[in-house]
């Protein structure tokens, strides 16, 4: 099991840059397909970015495509999520999700439900 802690959420105009942060603990970080969601208020939870458990393979919501990164660090398990150029409608609860992943595997899983485990969001609201 692992647990997932979010960080980094706030306030900021459009245009603006956040980089939020996904601290994993528990079972080996690298043994979990990781993935970004978020979820604004009245809407369903959609993918934002996702990343394989070695960090070579990535998606991205067609959103944020282009504006926004995800990466991963295994040895400090930890999840980014460096967002550029923000807009008003990236503002929602940000949250990280964890896959167990088949080690022979290299896939970044883009649906909400592929994910076992969640952290409890981060708040991003970008002002016009």
């Known amino acids: 099991q692992v647990q997932l802690v979010e960080s980094g959420g706030g306030s900021v105009q459009a245009g603006g840059s956040l980089r939020l942060s996904c601290a994993g603990s528990?079972?080996?970080?690298?043994?979990?397909?990781m993935g970004w969601f978020r979820q604004a208020p009245g809407k369903e939870r959609e993918l934002v970015a996702a990343?394989?458990?070695?960090?070579?393979?990535?998606s991205y919501g067609d959103s944020v495509k282009g504006r926004f990164t995800i990466s991963r660090d295994n040895a400090k398990n930890t999840l980014y999520l460096q967002m550029n150029s923000l807009k008003p409608e990236d503002t929602a609860v940000y949250y990280c999700?964890?896959?167990?992943?088949?080690?022979?595997?290299?896939?970044?899983?883009?649906?909400?439900?592929?994910?076992?485990?969640w952290g409890q969001g981060t708040q991003v609201t970008v002002s016009s």
């Open positions: 528990g079972r080996t970080f690298n043994s979990y397909a």
């Open positions: 999700a964890a896959k167990p992943r088949n080690p022979f595997s290299s896939r970044a899983y883009s649906e909400r439900d592929d994910y076992n485990y």
């Open positions: 990343i394989s458990g070695g960090g070579m393979t990535t």
